[in-house]
């Protein structure tokens, strides 16, 4: 686990941006507040981490996952936060989904071009030997002449 308490704090980086988006634009907040925010914020965080925690031993896993942390929400009466969470759940999930079938279908293009690379070299071989033949041939009947 962390040494040390700060160790438990959410990036700075992140607080700033989140703060900043939601803050209108002309408003300066001072390095305090941001301080202040980015512990409450992680207080907040392993708050509801504990409490998705009880979900996940209720279900007898090891894992947590999204119900788990839907209904910490709605137990820390975060009600109208929970349709939000879901579109947004939602919306990862379609991306992902997205994803993986670029994903699939750049693989199954690989795979076609491949096998066409292949199908062109085994017909390369294929007129290599021919080639080969016609010349035996040739050579043959050049031999048959001759004698």
Do not use: H, W
């Not at 998705?52 to 009466?77: C, I, P, Q, W, Y």
């Amino acid at each position: 686990m962390a040494e040390r308490p700060e160790d438990l704090n959410l990036p700075n980086a992140v607080i700033t941006r989140i703060i900043k988006e939601a803050l209108l634009d002309g408003v300066n907040i001072s390095k305090e507040a941001q301080s202040v925010i980015s512990c409450a914020a992680s207080f907040f965080m392993l708050y509801a981490r504990s409490c998705a925690n009880n979900f996940e031993m209720k279900g007898k896993r090891k894992t947590l996952n999204d119900s788990d942390v839907l209904s910490t929400m709605e137990e820390m009466e975060f009600q109208r936060f929970v349709t939000p969470l879901k579109e947004a759940l939602e919306a990862y999930r379609r991306e992902q989904k997205g994803k993986k079938e670029a994903s699939e279908q750049k693989k199954k293009d690989k795979d076609k071009k491949t096998d066409s690379g292949e199908q062109d070299k085994s017909r390369d071989e294929d007129n290599d030997e021919d080639e080969e033949r016609l010349e035996e041939k040739e050579q043959n009947k050049e031999e048959e002449v001759d004698n």
